[in-house]
């Protein structure tokens, strides 16, 4: 099962290697990483997603609590969070095609970020489900490039998840 974790970490030299070492000496994949500044200058939040069990995740959980600049470790998935991941996509857009671009576009509420005689690259922002369905309307009129982030993600409600 996909879990998606939130890690708040000091913000020092060597942080995400250490992370990725403790995934990779124990055979776990990492889906997707997201690192970013907190309010809190000394901190950043992760946001990783892997798969495992719930033993895994326990255990993955326990070894990321052991380092030393990891300052606190959440599983969202089994709690009321939201998820976002943003995409940008260039998609060939001729004088035949270009309206009908823009209207599936608008449907999925992308942004047009750039335009050129021969493309358009779209922003979206959205959930996983959301992103790859806007990807499958675009095929037929010849994706050029895609890049995109994985989740980023945080609880509902009004508790917060910080360094205090």
């Known amino acids: 099962m996909k879990h998606t974790i939130s890690i708040l970490v000091e913000n020092e030299f060597g942080v995400l290697t250490r992370i990725a070492g403790l ?3 124990r055979g776990y994949n990492i889906e997707s990483l997201n690192v970013a500044p907190t309010l809190d200058y ?15 995740i326990e255990q993955i959980k326990k070894q990321l609590n052991k380092l030393i600049p990891v300052i606190r470790v959440e599983d969202l998935t089994n709690q009321s969070h939201m998820e ?28 047009v970020v750039d335009v050129s ?13 959301k992103l790859e369905a806007f990807l499958r309307m675009l ?11 994985g989740p980023v993600g945080m609880r509902r409600g009004a508790k917060g998840f910080s360094v205090d």
Not at 42 to 56: F, I
Not at 93 to 110: H, I, N, Q, S
Not at 119 to 129: A, D, M, R
């Open 84 to 111: 976002r991941g943003m995409m940008l996509v260039k998609v060939q857009a001729t004088e035949k095609t270009r309206a009908e671009v823009l209207r599936m576009a608008e449907v999925f509420r992308a942004s």
């Open 117 to 129: 005689e021969a493309s358009y690259t779209l922003e979206l922002t959205g959930k996983e489900n």
């Open 139 to 149: 095929e037929p009129h010849g994706i050029i490039e895609m890049t995109r982030t």
């Open 42 to 56: 000394t901190a950043s939040r992760m946001t990783l997603v892997t798969r495992g069990n719930e033993k895994v």
């Open 23 to 25: 995934f990779s000496a």
